[in-house]
């Protein structure tokens, strides 16, 4: 059975910084795309970040330059570094995995969702 565990959240004041981390389980995920979406409260859930089987990532315009995806293929396991965190970048964070190599900023993307954590920023 497959499963992504996220962890690393927590109550950060603006700023600082987390890195949440995503263990995958039940099978390797190395050549599979991975991404990471976030829902804030009353919000869609959108997209943050991806990062194919090469390792070449893909970021929102909002997060693009603070945040860094990146995996560790023997540890079956893919980082989000997040610096300079803001207010709004409080949310639940949503670690997923695709079936294919490559995967885009759609949650149709992706097969596989861990359950979240939570990221909250003060001002």
């Known amino acids: 059975q497959v499963q992504l565990v996220e962890s690393g959240g927590g109550l950060v004041q603006a700023g600082g910084s987390l890195r949440l981390s995503c263990a995958a389980s039940?099978?390797?995920?190395?050549?599979?795309?991975m991404a990471w979406f976030r829902q804030a409260p009353g919000k869609d859930r959108e997209f943050v970040a991806a990062i194919n089987w090469s390792g070449t990532t893909s970021y929102a315009d909002s997060v693009k330059g603070r945040f860094t995806f990146s995996r560790d293929n023997a540890k079956n396991t893919v980082y989000l570094q997040m610096n300079s965190l803001k207010p709004e970048d409080t949310a639940v964070y949503y670690c997923?995995?695709?079936?294919?190599?490559?995967?885009?900023?759609?949650?149709?993307?992706?097969?596989?969702w861990g359950q979240g954590t939570q990221v909250t920023v003060s001002s």
């Open positions: 997923a995995a695709a079936r294919k190599l490559v995967g885009g900023s759609s949650q149709d993307d992706y097969a596989y």
């Open positions: 039940g099978r390797s995920f190395s050549t599979n795309a």
